[in-house]
């Protein structure tokens, strides 16, 4: 059923991610994402003002969906969903040694807009 529907090709993929248990082996290029997680990211890259008070909290990995890294490497913000009357589904998770937080530089970011379910890593 699979392959009918996407094909030989993207079905050998999504198995291969499969087989290499790679929830983030997924990338996206920071334009092909809502233009609310890019505006997000922008205020990620600038250090803030953030909208949402838990903005820039620890993400603590516990599902193991992105790489392993110590408590407090991965840092949570908020992409907003339009229409939601609430903080929605939507997150960029940021990794970054603790010391570099404060330079606002970022190692690496990913997309989720399941909330945590799915990552895909930000290119750009």
């Known amino acids: 059923m699979l392959l009918k529907l996407l094909g030989r090709r993207a079905a050998a993929a999504l198995a291969a991610m499969a087989i290499a248990g790679s929830a983030f082996a997924a990338e996206v290029a920071l334009t092909n ?4 997680a890019q505006a997000t990211h922008a205020l990620i890259l600038k ?3 953030f909208p949402y008070p838990k903005d820039g909290v620890t993400f603590g990995n516990f599902e193991g969906n992105l790489p392993k890294q110590k ?15 609430t903080r929605g589904a939507r997150r960029i998770v940021c990794g970054a040694e603790t010391r570099r937080w404060s330079s606002n530089a970022p190692a690496a970011c990913w997309y989720t807009g399941d909330h945590y379910q799915s990552f895909q890593k930000i290119r750009g």
Not at 71 to 85: D, K, L, S
């Open 47 to 49: 250090g803030g003002p």
């Open 33 to 36: 994402l809502p233009r609310e």
């Open 71 to 85: 408590r407090g490497y991965y840092r949570e913000f908020t992409v907003p969903t339009p229409g939601a009357r």
